[in-house]
């Protein structure tokens, strides 16, 4: 089973999250942002895995904290759950569109953190979530889980449509890329390593 279950436990955040890769359920978030618990609810739904986080942090402050915690543990993760990547397709594409807006997400699992992030949003908060901070998760989880994640919003107008858009294609994109392929021996890399 491709699972891991992680802690973090700051003077700022204490969090505790699960996943597993080959299973969608359950899927329950509670970060104390709700925004966040949304984007996050639709990219495990997206991606088909089971994701469970429960965050405790401080709020009072802001949501940055949460946030960036939260995808650095989600890439620990998910490092963890794919072990030695054996036999999975590596890369994904997806473009989801959300009515005027269309977001592109396209990774790789390659073991090299790298992160191309090309969105602007005109709107700088949705609830308690400040949407600089989309900025920040993606770059957490990129760099924690070694993947190289491209995010760009095609067009578009709408804040909420722009950042849900990418969480989707991220969750779309990385199911592609964690699927067993029957086609390949070992991992997916002329060097025999990821």
Known sequence: MRTASLSRDTLETKITLSLNLDESQPVSI?????????MLTLFAYHARISLQVKAVGDLEVDSHHVV???GILLGQALLEALGDKAGINRYGTSFVPMDETLGMASLDLSGRSFLVFDATFSNPKLGQFDTELAKEFFQALAFNSRMTLHLKIIHGENTHHKIESLFKATG???????????????VNSTKGVL
């Open 30 to 38: 509670d970060t104390g942002v709700g925004f966040f618990d949304h």
């Open 172 to 186: 779309r994109a990385l199911r592609e890329a964690i699927d067993k392929n029957s086609a390949i021996d070992g």
């Open 68 to 70: 960036e915690d939260i």
